[in-house]
């Protein structure tokens, strides 16, 4: 069931910076582990990151250590993506979904998702 919304995405050039962000509507977000997710130009889904209820980060892509991160305000029932130092296989449209459980490999549980923003990072 979409409940999120996607905004932050654009064109960047390589080495720059954005800030995604997704804001739920009408679930308790707060109970939720919250995912990022990315799918490239005729490529399937990746989980890119997750942040857990109490805060804490799981990276599912080796890629992004170091240049993304995650973030969450509950009260403001939104959570962030950070992404620095972009380079042109970033490009893809990012989405967040709320999920029952951020594993150590996998998540599990999709239970609300948003339809995504598109970022497009230019060599």
């Known amino acids: 069931e979409e409940q999120f919304v996607e905004s932050g995405g654009g064109l960047v050039q390589a080495g720059g910076s954005l800030r995604l962000s997704c804001a739920a509507s009408?679930?308790?977000?707060?109970?939720?582990?919250i995912g990022w997710f990315r799918q490239a130009p005729g490529k399937g889904q990746q989980a890119v990151l997750c942040?857990?209820?109490?805060?804490?980060?799981?990276y599912y892509l080796d890629s992004v250590k170091g240049r993304f991160n995650i973030s969450r305000d509950n009260a403001k029932k939104t959570a962030y993506l950070e992404m620095n130092n972009l380079k042109p296989e970033d490009t893809a449209v990012y989405s967040c979904?709320?999920?029952?459980?951020?594993?150590?490999?996998?998540?599990?549980?999709?239970?609300?998702w948003g339809k995504g923003t598109l970022v497009t990072v230019s060599s």
């Open positions: 979904a709320a999920l029952e459980l951020c594993g150590t490999s996998h998540y599990y549980g999709m239970d609300y």
């Open positions: 009408e679930f308790n977000f707060e109970d939720y582990d």
């Open positions: 942040i857990s209820t109490r805060d804490k980060r799981t």
